[in-house]
């Protein structure tokens, strides 16, 4: 699966780490509003940069898009790589990676045959919602990371 990175901070380089523990996933690109962390991310792993979260999802030679930015953007995204897939007969995946349940998301995109969606989040978290997996909506929820006590 190749996959296209929409962001280029902290959760972004997780989830590259991530993805390339996973035999088979192939990260071929990642999109960055800021010049600096998206070209420090995309000589790391080797991926061409682009300016636009847009030209990431209309290209043909991703599978998957995997959105780690601010709340506010999941929908959008998640939305215009739904239609740049729509007409092709491959299926997309949208990963959602945030502290809280990409529920919004999730709403649009539930039961779209031409799309998995996929959301990492922690719980409980607000909206408390998430924790179950239906039909092309698949949730996985994850502790808070807590500060140890030595």
């Known amino acids: 699966m190749r996959i296209g990175v929409v ?14 523990a996973v035999e088979g996933c ?15 991310l995309a000589r790391r792993y080797g991926l061409e940069l682009l300016g636009d979260w847009r030209e990431l999802v209309q290209r043909d030679d991703v599978d998957a ?12 995204i998640a939305i215009a790589a739904l239609e740049a897939k729509a007409s092709g007969s491959r299926k997309t995946a949208v990963f959602d990676f945030d502290v809280h349940h990409g529920n919004g998301t999730e709403d649009i995109l539930a039961r779209q045959n031409c799309i ?5 989040h922690q719980h409980p978290a607000y909206p408390g ?9 698949h949730n996985y929820t994850a502790r808070p990371n807590l500060p140890r006590e030595d």
């Open 116 to 120: 998995e969606f996929f959301s990492i």
């Open 26 to 40: 192939e990260p071929v690109a990642v999109s960055a509003r800021n010049a600096a962390t998206g070209s420090k």
């Open 129 to 137: 919602t998430g924790t179950k997996s239906f039909d092309n909506c």
């Open 7 to 20: 962001g280029s901070g902290g959760r972004a380089a997780a989830c590259l780490e991530g993805f390339a």
């Open 65 to 76: 898009v995997a959105i780690t930015t601010f709340n506010d953007s999941h929908g959008p």
